[in-house]
Structure formats: C-alpha cells, structure tokens
C-alpha cells in the first residue's frame, strides 16, 4: 500500500496505525473472546462481569480505569482481565443490565454473603434492585428443586426441576378412602433458562415459570414470606416451606 494512502486511512478513522497495539496487546486475548471482572466482594459484596464482544475500546478502556476505585481514590475493588466471578457465596445475579441504552451496553451484577462487613445479600433485595435497573434476576440455584402448588381441593401439583435439565410435572389427588394409594400422574419434560425465566418443554406444549424470592405464606396461615415459582398466577412453593 501507498505510504501517504495508508496514513490518510489511518486519519480519516481517527486511528493512530502505530499505536494499535496500545488498545489491544498481542499478550492479551481478543476482545470476541474475553470476559473481564470488577470484584468488590470485600467490601460491596459484588462482583460484574464485563462480557467485552458486547463493548467498545473506549468502554472497556472506562471499566477498567473506574473499576477500583470512587471519585476521591479510594479503593474498593480489582479489575481482573479473563476472569469470571466465582460462584462461592454467590446467592444471586442480575443479568443484562444496560449502562447506556444509546450503545447498548450490558453487563451482569453478582451478589455474595458472608464475602463483606457491611454487605451480606438477600435474594429478595437483590431482587428489588435488579428490577429498579431492569435487569434479569436469577438466584443461585434457584431453578432446582420441587415446588408444589397450593389448593384448597383434594388435588394439586408438584413440579420438579432437576439440575441436567430435566423434571417432572405431578399430578396428585387424595385417595377416597383410607386404604386406596393416591392417583399420580406424571409428565416429564426437559427445560432451560432464558432471560430469568424457565422455559419447560412438554411433549405437545411450553410452559414458562418465572422465581420469586419472596412469595406471601399467607395461604398456608403463616406470616412472611417463601421462595417459589410461578405460572400463569399460581405460586409453587419450594420444599420445604421456608417462611421468613
């Protein structure tokens, strides 16, 4: 290529051709590849995750400068290239949390117990928080596990999420008498999660469920609250019933 062709390229896209090397070293993974953190675990009790295909240089140039540290310099955190916050302690995220809808840039929050003085999480608060920013909330492993459904007839159901993406959705009514065995019927299904919500495959039909940290046990006669699922308007309970 022409010397003076190549620099005027290099002007009109306001890029220094010899300095390139400064945005992205050739020590460092490609930005297609990478996922950086911002692990305030010590103190804030958080963790975010920077999926870098999804930002600008000039963005992740600013993550990792605004990282560590507040306005006055003092330090809160670490900026780790090629790191994933870990799941240790984690008992929620908040997924797809836009920091500048004119560019579409995402990042996902974690939340830990135990990892701060002043910072111990609670589903439900991280729950509330995720929702005030628009975000997905997905609490640490709350898709596992059975769930059963309150109803006042002899009736109800039970739906169970098993963790390699498989489950069973129950069917069970009360015997008539004493000695007859309870009638079940059973229906399994494969699922997966997509944009904090369960999305369960039977074989002629979909349902979708979506987590609640902090469902009223109020049908149950009890004050507080239990984390649960529901569709359609019908609450599932976790077992076993955990009212706080």
């Known amino acids: 290529m022409d010397m003076k062709i190549g620099a005027t390229i290099c002007a009109l896209l306001l890029t220094a051709c010899d300095n390139q090397s400064e945005i992205l070293p050739a020590d460092e993974p490609a930005l297609l590849d990478r996922v950086d953190s911002c692990d305030l675990r010590k103190v804030f009790g958080t963790c975010v995750v920077y999926d870098l295909s999804e930002m600008g240089n000039w963005y992740v140039e600013y993550v990792e400068r605004a990282c560590p540290r507040n306005r006055r310099g003092d330090i809160f955190g670490e900026y780790k290239k090629s790191f994933i916050c870990p799941p240790e302690n984690r008992i929620a995220r908040c997924e797809g949390i836009v920091e500048d809808p004119s560019e579409r840039y995402e990042y996902d929050k974690h939340y830990y117990a135990g990892t701060a003085e002043h910072f111990s999480w609670r589903p439900a608060d991280v729950q509330v928080t995720c929702e005030h920013v628009s975000g997905h909330f997905v609490a640490e492993n709350q898709f596992t596990g059975l769930f059963s459904l309150v109803t006042e007839s002899d009736c109800y ?88």
């Open 157 to 244: 159901a039970e739906v169970e999420f098993l963790a390699d993406g498989k489950g069973e959705l129950r069917d069970i009514c009360s015997a008539e008498s004493a000695s007859a065995k309870l009638s079940v019927i059973r229906t399994e299904f494969s699922w997966y999660q997509q944009a904090g919500k369960i999305i369960v495959s039977l074989p002629n039909s979909k349902m979708t469920f979506e987590y609640r940290a902090s469902l009223s046990c109020s049908d149950f006669g009890y004050t507080g609250h239990s984390p649960g699922v529901v569709n359609e308007g019908m609450s599932y309970f976790k077992v076993p019933l955990d009212c706080k």
